[in-house]
């Protein structure tokens, strides 16, 4: 069993820097691929960049560039930068982690932009 706990989100102006955080408690964390998705009202869940327990990375077409995805292992935790934020960006964002049939959520965590 895995639980994800999402922080770091908030209000920001365009052009600003967030940075989300994903707590997991539970063992193993670092065999998951992990990922942050985002949610916007009346829009449909949508992926925001993914990493492996190797470090490899995956991003959607909308943010790569400006959010840049990272693992702690030894701190059981995935980072999510994000740079260059815009309007667009307004969304709730959720921690996922996944492996073989094992798939968790987070409960989200806000991220607002606007000015």
């Known amino acids: 069993q895995v639980q994800l706990v999402e922080s770091g989100g908030g209000l920001v102006q365009p052009g600003g820097s967030l940075r989300l955080s994903c707590a997991a408690s539970g063992s193993l964390f670092s065999i998951y691929v992990v990922g942050w998705y985002r949610q916007a009202p009346g829009k449909q869940r949508e992926l925001v960049a993914t990493i492996t327990r190797s470090g490899s990375t995956k991003y959607g077409d909308s943010v790569k560039g400006r959010f840049t995805i990272s693992r702690d292992n030894a701190k059981n935790t995935v980072y999510l930068q994000m740079n260059s934020l815009k309007p667009e960006d307004t969304a709730n964002y959720y921690c996922?982690?996944?492996?073989?049939?094992?798939?968790?959520w987070g409960q989200g965590t806000q991220v607002t932009v606007s000015s």
């Open positions: 996922n982690a996944v492996h073989l049939e094992l798939n968790y």
